[in-house]
């Protein structure tokens, strides 16, 4: 079954924060967060491989708690480039190499 | 490096037709997948590789078959496209492990059967 991510869309004006959750129901080794902007291929942000660890990349941070199954990305500060769908990706165990994607979050950030 | 290719860019088929999408990488990388993604949706795995000659099914396998018979290409076979195919096709390679598991995406095959 597919992560439920939320909120299914968010606008922001610049300057401001967001969250965005991805929950799934099975267990989960580790979760990927991409970016894709309309019309162009997803682009990596980062991976989180271990229960409460948080990531940083520039502005954009992520947490992972594998006994709720669930990671979060934190946007701060938003720049109009963070406008895009941020999806993210779940692997179950170490052992199996299928992905499952999210729902999708549809960010739009406003000057 | 060229990263991962993807040809063609766009096609059209007829319900009944065969094709091959192709997908290559160049950065030797174990892993490579193929999703579609429907308007609107998000990714759905197809079918994927952790090395040459090794490929297993993801979510959506029915309608589609892959080789891998090196570790740079990937091609996905559609055998009798239908309607229901009509989608945006991503070919996507990681290193498969030890942390260095960025999925890096190639440019898409917009696909279109009538």
């Known amino acids: 079954q597919q992560p439920v991510q939320s909120p299914q869309a968010v606008i922001l004006r610049e300057g401001e924060d967001a969250v965005i959750n991805c929950s799934s129901s099975k267990a989960l080794y580790s979760v990927h967060w991409y970016r894709q902007k309309h019309g162009e291929a997803p682009v990596f942000l980062m991976i989180?491989?271990?229960?409460?660890e948080q990531k940083g990349h520039e502005k954009i941070s992520a947490s992972f708690n594998e006994k709720k199954q669930q990671s979060s990305l934190y946007l701060t500060a938003s720049q109009l480039s963070y406008s895009g769908t941020y999806f993210c990706g779940t692997r179950g165990h170490p052992g199996t190499y299928k992905y499952i994607f999210g729902t999708g979050t549809r960010l739009k950030v406003l000057a | 490096n060229a990263g991962v290719t993807q040809t063609p860019k766009f096609q059209v088929l007829k319900t009944g037709q065969s094709m091959t999408l192709q997908c290559a990488q160049d950065?030797?990388?174990?892993?490579m997948s193929w999703y579609r993604q429907d308007p609107g949706m998000g990714l759905r795995l197809i079918h994927y590789s952790v090395g040459a000659g090794i490929t297993d099914q993801g979510e959506v396998p029915n309608g589609y078959n892959v080789s891998r018979s090196t570790t740079e290409d990937f091609p996905l076979r559609l055998l009798s496209a239908a309607p229901s195919q009509t989608s945006v096709y991503f070919c996507a390679s990681s290193y498969s492990g030890g942390g260095q598991e960025t999925q890096y995406f190639g440019p898409g095959t917009r696909l279109l059967v009538l």
């Open positions: 950065m030797n990388h174990e892993y």
């Open positions: 989180l491989l271990k229960g409460g």
